[in-house]
């Protein structure tokens, strides 16, 4: 894999727009999402951070990410996406040519998911419901973005302890790509501060 070497930003290069992702029941309440939103607040008050509320339709939630980033600069703008997110922003970064960072991403969720069709909860609230539809797995087929474009732009952060996802699936994934692979933490990557400087780094930040 591809040794570490983020690029140093210039006035020229320096993100200025940052996409997150959140995954499968979550939402931008999650902790790695408020980790970065407060980051941003900390770093870089000037940058343009959006987290949106992904809808469960992974078709309606391309589409609103796509007509999120329309007007983005697309040599100043990077994606991070965790778990699904992490699908969502690999699609992104391969249709906008986008640097990406991808948190234990998911790699056939048509086939993981297809699983989960029903009810389900929000983890951040337990009172907010939605419903998986058998249709969605059928959009998530239709996502799947193929052969990785450019995967000199994309770091994935892959933990052997993932509870979730297979880490060597992931692994192989994106072998073409950077490579952060923790040998213990877990799917939610509990201990996503430590790493948080390398990351920011990598997208320029």
Not at 32 to 42: F, G
């Amino acid at each position: 894999m591809p040794a570490f070497a983020p690029p140093t930003p210039t006035s020229s290069s320096r993100c200025t727009h940052l996409l997150y992702l959140h995954g499968f029941r979550s939402s931008p309440r999650s902790a790695k999402a408020r980790i970065m939103a407060d980051w941003v607040a900390r770093h870089r008050p000037d940058l343009v951070f959006a987290c949106p509320q992904l809808p469960p339709s992974p078709r309606e939630a391309m589409a609103l990410v796509m007509d999120l980033v329309q007007a983005w600069p697309r040599t100043g703008m990077a994606a991070m996406g965790s778990s699904l997110g992490g699908f969502y922003a690999t699609l992104v970064a391969q249709r906008t040519g986008c640097p990406a960072v991808l948190l234990n991403p998911a790699v056939e969720p048509a086939r993981d998911l297809a699983a989960h069709i029903g009810e389900h909860s929000c983890w951040q609230d337990p009172q907010e419901h939605f419903f998986f539809r058998a249709e969605f797995v059928d959009e998530l087929r239709t996502l799947h973005p193929g052969a990785l474009q450019r995967p000199e732009r994309l770091l994935a952060v892959i933990a052997k302890g993932d509870e979730v996802l297979d880490w060597r699936e992931m692994h192989a994934r994106y072998a073409q790509g950077t490579i952060k692979l923790l040998e213990g933490s877990d799917h939610g990557l509990s201990d996503f501060p430590a790493y948080l400087d390398e990351l920011t780094d990598f997208l320029r930040l």
